[in-house]
């Protein structure tokens, strides 16, 4: 009788661990398919001011309406495979992560640096997710800078094809509007020239390393990549975006 029950009371908490880990992560991926980015609230037993994180992201979510709040414990071992990935083990909380709609994370913000400003800026716009998750998987970035109106873009843009492959395809080519409002943020954040076309170009690390004009050959565009640099960055997990730095030691935040 005592086996039983024991059995069946191990049975429930393992469902409860599991069903626990299961809805966040199912918060997560709804999230990620409904195209909407990600204010994640993470926090335990000794976390002091999450309630107050939390109506900050709420304050933000007013502002930007393709974003959700999601809260997780890190005490809960359910949770552990998500601390793991956002390498939360050691950060003290609470802190609020925010994920682009691809699940990368383009920010962080502690109880203390956290304002609503700053979530809303560290919201990413589509092309620069785009350039995040490139970089997640160690892939250099090649911003193509224009607008519509300009077609040196073209020559540009097959002259990075050529570099990608001459790189094995560890690069990504990424074109961004200039006049496009919806990537203002990011322009503001990699500061192009906005009278004529450019490649930003940044290297598997993250680190900006070099803007060229539109009669750039594949050649350049490939020296530009394997540039050495000092120093480290880490655009997907901290409160650095993947701007041009002040100097070329790492990145510029926000």
């Given at each position: 009788?005592?086996?039983?029950?024991?059995?069946?009371?191990?049975?429930?908490?393992?469902?409860?661990?599991?069903?626990?880990?299961?809805?966040?992560?199912?918060?997560?991926?709804?999230a990620?398919?409904?195209?909407?980015?990600?204010?994640?609230?993470?926090?335990?037993?000794?976390?002091?001011?999450?309630?107050?994180?939390?109506?900050?992201?709420?304050?933000?979510?007013?502002?930007?309406?393709?974003?959700?709040?999601?809260?997780?414990?890190?005490?809960?071992?359910?949770?552990?495979?998500?601390?793991?990935?956002?390498?939360?083990?050691?950060?003290?909380?609470?802190?609020?992560?925010?994920?682009?709609?691809?699940?990368?994370?383009?920010?962080?913000?502690?109880?203390?640096?956290?304002?609503?400003?700053?979530?809303?800026?560290?919201?990413?716009?589509?092309?620069?997710?785009?350039?995040?998750?490139?970089?997640e998987?160690?892939?250099?970035a090649?911003?193509i800078?224009?607008?519509?109106?300009?077609?040196?873009?073209?020559?540009?843009?097959?002259?990075?094809?050529?570099?990608?492959?001459?790189?094995?395809?560890?690069?990504?080519?990424?074109?961004?509007?200039?006049?496009?409002?919806?990537?203002?943020?990011?322009?503001?954040?990699?500061?192009?020239?906005?009278?004529?076309?450019?490649?930003?170009?940044?290297?598997?690390?993250?680190?900006?390393?070099?803007?060229?004009?539109?009669?750039?050959?594949?050649?350049?565009?490939?020296?530009?990549?394997?540039?050495?640099?000092?120093?480290?960055?880490c655009?997907?997990?901290?409160?650095?975006?993947?701007?041009?730095?002040?100097?070329?030691?790492?990145?510029?935040?926000?």
């Amino acid at each position: 009788m005592k086996t039983t029950m024991i059995l069946n009371a191990l049975t429930f908490l393992l469902s409860i661990s599991f069903n626990s880990f299961a809805d966040t992560n199912k918060e997560i991926e709804s999230a990620k398919k409904s195209g909407k980015c990600i204010y994640l609230v993470v926090t335990d037993k000794n976390a002091k001011g999450t309630d107050e994180l939390v109506k900050l992201a709420e304050s933000a979510q007013k502002s930007a309406k393709k974003t959700t709040i999601i809260k997780i414990d890190r005490d809960d071992k359910a949770n552990e495979s998500l601390i793991t990935k956002y390498r939360l083990a050691g950060v003290p909380l609470p802190v609020v992560l925010v994920l682009a709609s691809n699940g990368v994370v383009s920010g962080s913000l502690s109880k203390q640096e956290a304002s609503v400003e700053k979530l809303l800026a560290y919201l990413p716009t589509p092309k620069q997710s785009e350039v995040l998750l490139g970089f997640e998987n160690g892939k250099a970035a090649l911003i193509i800078c224009s607008k519509k109106s300009l077609k040196d873009k073209e020559t540009l843009s097959t002259e990075s094809d050529k570099a990608i492959k001459a790189l094995d395809n560890k690069a990504l080519k990424v074109i961004v509007d200039l006049e496009n409002k919806d990537e203002k943020n990011f322009i503001d954040l990699i500061k192009p020239d906005l009278t004529k076309t450019t490649v930003l170009v940044f290297n598997g690390k993250g680190q900006y390393t070099s803007t060229l004009d539109a009669n750039a050959k594949s050649e350049d565009i490939v020296k530009a990549i394997n540039k050495k640099m000092g120093g480290g960055c880490c655009p997907g997990g901290s409160s650095s975006g993947c701007g041009k730095p002040k100097s070329n030691s790492g990145c510029e935040k926000k």
